[in-house]
């Protein structure tokens, strides 16, 4: 992670890259666009270019990028999260029946926090699945992300509380934040992915 960020930041037009993304991640709908310039960048490192972030250009690419990242992103984040929000509500419920109010505060939404980080890395996984066969039938294959999941999960686990721990910091300037650590976890999934077929290979 510490060098993908050095090659990141030796780009001399980086922050102004961030400035604009954090701009258009901070604007709804709008910001499908963001997420389309990361299925961009995902792409460029699977064909071996350099850790660097694209241009902001070819918007209309960028936008159906946006919709296929959206769609993974639904699937694979929005069902973990959903289960884990059902749990959440059941043992708030009960926290509350109990009048266990400081459990109901917090330990409750253990399970939602959960089903959220475990979303975001079958999202990644799921998206490098798509770029590499090119296949719809991704958003289905459950079967295939989970397993490929469990097994990237001891080499992503840390990057992916670095993640979180920057978008819970960042929060008032959610865009901002979302798009500086977006990128460099993008780049640190798929160099892990990348490399753990090598070594099957």
Known sequence: MESICAALWSDERFFKKVIIGGIIGSIPLVNILALGYFFRFAGRLREGKRVELPEWDQFEGLFVDGIKMTLLKLVYVGIPTLIG????????????????????????????????????????????????????GVLLN????????????????????????????????LGFAFFLGFGPYVAYFTATLLSLKKETL
């Not at 989970?146 to 300037?173: D, M, N, T, Y």
């Open 85 to 136: 929000g059902l749990f959440t509500y059941v043992c708030y419920q009960l926290f509350s029946a109990i009048r266990l109010d400081l459990l109901a505060a917090t330990v409750s939404f253990l399970p939602l926090c959960l089903g959220m980080f475990i979303g975001v890395i079958l999202w990644m996984v799921a998206l490098n699945q798509y770029l590499a066969s090119g296949a719809a």
């Open 142 to 173: 459950w079967e295939v992300t989970l397993r490929k999941g469990i097994r990237v999960f001891p080499h992503v686990w840390l990057g992916s509380l670095a993640f979180w721990g920057l978008i819970a910091l960042g929060w008032p300037l």
